[in-house]
């Protein structure tokens, strides 16, 4: 396994590549990221480009990106834990990791953004002003350098996906976007770089979420279209176990628009702070199945 943390650098190793598949993280990885990179290798494997079917190049890149985050969010006490980041690359089979600086990712000021639509200014968007704009710029300038032929993320970050699949899709670049399942623990609990910020007692509580998600899901699996009144609950429940969620919604899963009773593929997504930690989940369903 290779680290370059310069653009020239990344673009003389890739430069004799002809497939690459290409994980973007903020580090402090975890077996989700290390899921992701198996999913791009496996992708590599059997793309149509891959004639000779050889293992390609699966490249992960680690930058804790300034532009996402807001001025109370922290981007300052965000983990950096590149040892052990670079530790996992090896031990999953990375072949190339790509950890710029700041300096080198923004060597001006990027007055160039990339500007969502509508999609992103709900849900997350409406409680974190700006992210998803400087979520699609980063990935934009990722994909400028790394020019993957494969791009993987994980659907814990659901909103942020359709950002990213649409913006790949209306600017016609050249990637083939593999959104892959949230990766959990054994309890329930979605993996996120943000749980090592939750105390002992709050690691046994923060499952919760995911437990209220998946009652809404059955009670959506056995007719109940009310959603307005089964998100009212299932914030309220939340509340009266000390929980402060942001949104708890049900959505149309292409769009993230408000269902009708008509609509059969949804997506529930939450946001909620425990203690001093923001977790987000969701889960996805199709009705009449």
């Not at 639509?117 to 704009?133: E, S, T, V, Y």
């Not at 016609?172 to 892959?180: F, S, Y």
């Not at 949804?266 to 425990?274: D, E, S």
């Amino acid at each position: 396994m290779e680290i370059v943390h310069t653009v020239a650098e990344l673009r003389a190793r890739l430069k004799s590549e002809l497939i690459i598949g290409f994980v973007p993280t903020m580090g402090n990885l975890h077996a989700g990221h290390i899921d992701l990179t198996r999913i791009a290798r496996e992708h590599l494997l059997v793309h149509p480009f891959n004639l000779a079917a050889t293992p390609g190049c699966v490249v992960v890149s680690i930058f804790v990106n300034r532009l996402q985050f807001g001025p109370k969010e922290d981007f300052g006490s965000y983990p950096r834990t590149f040892a052990d980041d670079t530790g996992k690359c090896r031990a999953a089979g990375v072949d190339v990791v790509f950890a710029p600086t700041e300096a080198e990712m923004y060597p001006v000021p990027q007055h160039y953004l990339v500007e969502p639509p509508a999609i992103q200014h709900i849900l997350d968007g409406a409680m974190r002003p700006g992210h998803f704009r400087g979520v699609a710029t980063v990935v934009l300038k990722l994909f400028n350098m790394v020019q993957p032929t494969v791009a993987v993320f994980g659907k814990k970050d659901y909103q942020q996906c359709r950002v990213l699949d649409n913006m790949v899709q209306q600017l016609n670049l050249p990637i083939q976007m593999v959104l892959a399942n949230t990766v959990r623990a054994e309890d329930g609990l979605a993996l996120s770089s943000r749980n090592g910020y939750l105390s002992a007692a709050e690691r046994l509580e923060a499952p919760q979420l995911f437990a209220a998600l998946s009652k809404l899901k059955g009670n959506l699996i056995a007719g109940e279209r009310n959603f307005a009144a089964m998100e009212a609950d299932v914030t309220a429940a939340l509340q009266e176990r000390g929980w402060k969620p942001d949104y708890i919604a049900v959505r149309r899963s292409d769009d993230l628009l408000e269902p009708s009773a008509a609509d059969k593929k949804l997506v529930i997504l939450a946001a909620a702070r425990l203690g001093a930690t923001r977790l987000i989940d969701n889960l996805e369903l199709m009705l009449g199945e």
